[in-house]
């Protein structure tokens, strides 16, 4: 069974912290992708990153794509209540045309 | 205009019962999915169509089965309701079927009684 595990599971910070998600897998992917689910919302797209060792940036957020392409991290620096909802990292098999979806962090930025 | 729509937003029905649920995306992607969100959060694939063409199919029970009369729907009827189906039914799209930038409909939430 190909697992997509995130940690941690839950984190509740105190605004202007900075913090890290990590999605990991034994599993090597063609592309990783982040997405951000806020309540009665469907999951919306991030970034997506593709090539190992790859890093992105998306204003205070950076993205990283693990050398082996089997693993993520999403670090958020000096978060804002904004930025509260559920992350979910989803890995792509382009032999396959699959995808599947890691456990989800829920983070809550308290002000 | 919205991208990826899907009726009904709530569904709650009992045992037993057929449903179905639509979805439409006016993006002009060729490639749609349903997703299942549990209630612990974890979204999990159920199929996909890539220009009406069945492309992934994972293990879900034959009373789910997909329909999309043209690439820009993709229905979901699930036969016989069972209260294990309660939870909340995502749509999706994406450009192709390489899977990048998947737009994401509001969701369903179908409740079972």
């Known amino acids: 069974t190909q697992l997509l595990e995130q940690s941690p599971q839950f984190l509740s910070i105190q605004e202007g912290e900075n913090l890290t998600v990590y999605c990991n897998s034994s599993s090597v992917f063609s592309s990783l992708q982040w997405y951000r689910q806020e309540p009665g919302e469907g999951p919306v797209l991030l970034v997506t990153v593709v090539t190992g060792g790859e890093v992105k940036k998306l204003k205070r957020l950076t993205f990283q794509f693990g050398d082996a392409r089997k693993d993520s991290s999403l670090h958020i620096t000096a978060a804002q209540p904004g930025d509260t909802g559920l992350y979910l990292c989803a890995g792509f098999y382009s032999s396959a045309s699959k995808i599947i979806f890691g456990s989800g962090t829920r983070l809550s930025i308290r002000p | 205009d919205t991208a990826v729509s899907q009726t009904p937003k709530y569904l709650v029905t009992q045992m037993g019962n057929d449903k179905s649920i639509k979805c439409e995306q006016n993006?002009?992607?060729?490639?749609m999915y349903w997703y299942k969100q549990d209630s612990k959060k974890f979204l999990k694939i159920m199929f996909s169509y890539n220009n009406k063409e069945l492309i992934i199919n994972e293990t879900v029970p034959n009373r789910f089965s997909p329909k999309s009369p043209d690439k820009a729907h993709l229905n979901l009827h699930i036969n016989s309701l069972e209260l294990g189906d309660s939870a909340v039914y995502f749509c999706?799209?994406?450009?192709?079927?390489?899977?990048?930038?998947?737009?994401f409909g509001p969701g369903t939430r179908l409740t079972v009684t």
């Open positions: 999706a799209s994406s450009q192709d079927r390489a899977g990048y930038e998947q737009y």
């Open positions: 993006l002009g992607h060729d490639t």
